[in-house]
């Protein structure tokens, strides 16, 4: 379980494909407090340690599933991806609830500079028997993309817009977002839950 607040935007070091499977080697400032086994979201995508390196990165992999439903499969060296580590139980919850499981990718649409801060519009395929079962934004409602936790401004069917200010500009990959550029989406489980009940009843 996560938050949605990024701990760092960490640089890849190292791709390798496994038939199916990519395993992504990652330098980050924490690398040292890592355990094996232990979860760390890229990007919003939740992914295991499955090693630690003696260069000081560590490594996950990402099955074809995890390929085929997010924007992993287009990293490559010197990409920088969202981290954070796991949710502490005893800690506050500053963003919202995220599983760390990617329902579909957006694409960015537009990038419109405010006095100090940023509007971004994102764009994605919009399929009524998913939208029925809540893999949709409302008006400021919360929306995971790339990993952190944001609000929903301009809630249409198939596209909203969020605000950025600068610490999340600077501390995040939004800095390397532009238009076109591919993100991953994580829909809030609340409603994923409230529209499974209300089919249900």
């Known amino acids: 379980m996560f938050s949605g ?6 640089e890849v070091v190292r791709i390798e494909r496994d038939g199916t499977n990519v395993h992504i080697t990652m330098k980050c400032s924490f690398v040292d407090q890592l355990k094996i086994d232990q979860s760390v979201a890229h990007n919003g995508v939740c992914l295991t340690v499955v090693s630690l390196n003696e260069d000081g990165t560590y490594t996950v992999t990402a099955v074809q599933e995890t390929l085929d439903r997010s924007n992993l499969g287009e990293l490559k060296p ?33 990038v419109e500079p405010l006095d100090g801060s940023w509007y971004y519009s994102f764009k994605y395929d919009f399929k009524p028997e998913l ?7 409302v008006e400021k409602g919360s929306i995971t993309v790339n990993g952190v936790s944001l609000t929903v401004c301009d809630s249409e069917a198939d596209s909203f817009r969020v605000a950025i200010i600068p610490y999340t500009h600077d501390h995040t990959n ?23 009940i209300s089919a249900l009843s």
């Open 174 to 196: 939004f800095k390397d977002i532009e238009k076109g550029t591919k993100v991953n989406l994580e829909f809030d489980i609340i409603g994923k839950y409230i529209a499974r």
């Open 131 to 137: 939208a029925s079962k809540g893999y949709v934004t």
């Open 78 to 110: 010197g990409s920088l991806v969202n981290l954070e580590r796991s949710m502490k139980m005893d800690g506050r919850l500053d963003g919202h609830i995220v599983q760390g499981h990617v329902d579909t990718t957006a694409i960015c649409t537009g």
């Open 5 to 10: 607040i990024v701990e760092e935007a960490a």
